[in-house]
Nanobody, 124 residues
Framework: QVQLVESGGGLVQPGGSLRLSCVAS????????MGWFRQAPGKQRELVAH???????NYVDSVKGRFTISRDNAKNTVYLQMNSLKPEDTAVYYC??????????????????WGQGTQVTVSS
């Protein structure tokens, strides 16, 4: 079993930056594809970014050029660097592990492991 612990959320002004971290348990972290999802009040959860075990990344169009997902396998950690934040980025952000990756469509489907979520609020 993989357990995920997220941190780094908070309140930031538009145009600001935050860096989310997700620390995973276990020694097989390198074998897992990872993703960041977010859910705003009254909206469905959406995939923000993913990174495969091999380092392949993809992003939802609304965050391309602003967000960067990365991983440090030695620390069992995946990051989401969020720059140029907008009010519409406000949501609870969830780390996900163990999803399936489909190379032909560059799609990531959620795995069974989730973090507790960390609140990101972008407001002036």
């Amino acid at each position: 079993q993989v357990q995920l612990v997220e941190s780094g959320g908070g309140l930031v002004q538009p145009g600001g930056s935050l860096r989310l971290s997700c620390v995973a348990s276990g020694k097989i972290f390198t074998n897992y594809h990872m993703g960041w999802f977010r859910q705003a009040p009254g909206k469905q959860r959406e995939l923000v970014a993913h990174i495969t075990s091999g380092g392949t990344t993809n992003y939802v169009d609304s965050v391309k050029g602003r967000f960067t997902i990365s991983r440090d396998n030695a620390k069992n950690t995946v990051y989401l660097q969020m720059n140029s934040l907008k009010p519409e980025d406000t949501a609870v952000y969830y780390c996900n592990a163990g999803g399936a990756y489909y190379p032909n469509t560059r799609r990531y489907s959620a795995g069974n492991y989730w973090g507790q979520g960390t609140q990101v609020t972008v407001s002036s």
